[in-house]
């Protein structure tokens, strides 16, 4: 509760993560047409069960269901379909996440689970 705190008992990959490596130029900030869980961690909770603005085919950016296969996750972990959404592992410009970067949004995606 309060104003849509997120869970302090799960890793900030909203503070840590995706406002510093994603939300640059026209990736994942403010006005972002492919997702822009980078602006605002209210603006990630509102991708929570939200198709990839790409398609089905690209998969739930938050997927409630299955909260590790959230393409938040697996675009950064290389276990998207390159043929189905985007052939880039993300962050843009070879600078891939972390095994420990990766945790962290796991843990911090577990706190939407069904």
Same mark, same amino acid.
């Given at each position: 509760g309060g104003g849509g705190a997120l869970d302090p008992n799960v890793c900030d990959a909203y503070g840590t993560i995706f406002a510093q490596k994603c $939300?640059?130029?026209?990736?994942?900030? =403010?006005?972002?047409?492919n997702g822009n869980f980078a602006e605002s961690a209210e603006? =990630? %909770?509102? %991708?929570?069960?939200q198709v990839s603005t790409r398609g089905e085919a690209c998969g739930v950016y938050i997927d409630p269901t299955d909260t590790e296969n959230s393409l938040i996750l697996t675009m950064t972990n290389g276990e998207s379909d390159p043929g189905a959404c985007f052939p880039v592992i993300m962050p843009l410009g070879?600078?891939? %996440? $972390?095994p420990d970067e990766q945790d962290c949004i796991t843990d911090w %995606? $577990?706190?939407?689970?069904?």
């Open positions: $939300s640059g130029g026209n990736c994942h900030g =403010a006005g972002a047409i603006a =990630a %909770l509102d %991708l929570v069960d070879g600078d891939d %996440l $972390s %995606l $577990s706190q939407f689970a069904n």
